[in-house]
């Protein structure tokens, strides 16, 4: 079963504006979330990240919003720009909360194309 | 660049022959990690290090993959007798010891395996 789930494979953004990238979970165990970008023949590269105990976390253009209650968070890229063009996976672990690994649970990933 | 370096970045190989590919994390991380991906989804876990010690395996593990890191730094996985199942990208990742979540990517290996 998939414990993290991206369901939109891809979204397309015009230069400029929002884009909104969207992840559910649904084990009650995750307590720290991480946002990671990938380009093609290249590695995951680390974004951003927000700990169970908050709801927001903002590093530049970057800011990523979690709500427990309903087991979702979201990045928010502002202003998009064509750089920004890759894949981004949401990953999710459960280190403090008891589970004690150091795994991260990866969803399947969505493809952002921004439009210049 | 002090980043993961892995090595090959790619491997074609035949169904059942053995392939070992290398990771090198970043010098001060002293955990290390494992994972493979295919197409369409995200890495997956497959192994986990704190220095010499391999702490984690997970069931995706099967008994032809063994995973090594001898002297707590470089680290090897080698798969025996390969399946064209294992055709995938093999990710290794780094991060502080210090109770860090944040992972650090290397930019995979390709394994095809024909």
């Known amino acids: 079963d998939q414990q993290v789930k991206q369901n939109s494979p891809s979204l397309s953004v015009q230069e400029g504006r929002i884009s909104i990238l969207n992840c559910d979970y649904t084990?009650?165990?995750?307590?720290?979330f991480l946002w990671y970008k990938k380009y093609p023949a290249e590695g995951p590269t680390f974004l951003i990240s927000?700990?169970?105990?908050?709801d927001k976390n903002e590093d530049g253009r970057f800011t990523v919003f979690l709500n427990k209650s309903a087991k979702h968070l979201s990045l928010h890229i502002v202003p998009s720009q064509p750089g920004d063009s890759a894949v981004y996976f949401c990953a999710a672990s459960g280190l403090y909360s008891g589970a004690g690994s150091y795994q991260l649970t990866f969803g399947k990933g969505t493809k952002l194309s921004v439009i210049p | 660049d002090t980043g993961v370096s892995q090595d090959p970045r790619h491997k074609i190989t035949k169904r059942g022959q053995n392939v070992t590919f290398r990771c090198d994390p970043i010098?001060?991380?002293?955990?290390l990690y494992w994972y493979r991906q295919t197409l369409g989804q995200g890495p997956e876990f497959l192994t986990y290090f704190q220095n010499e010690a391999q702490l984690e395996k997970s069931r995706l593990l099967s008994d032809r993959f063994s995973a090594e890191r001898p002297k707590g730094s470089f680290s090897t996985l080698e798969i025996q007798r390969t399946e064209q199942g294992d055709s995938a990208m093999y990710l290794c990742?780094?991060?502080?010891?210090?109770?860090?979540?944040?992972?650090?990517f290397g930019p995979g290996t390709r394994l095809t395996v024909t």
């Open positions: 927000i700990s169970s105990i908050k």
């Open positions: 084990n009650s165990m995750f307590d720290y």
């Open positions: 990742a780094s991060s502080f010891s210090s109770g860090s979540v944040e992972q650090y």
């Open positions: 010098s001060e991380h002293n955990r």
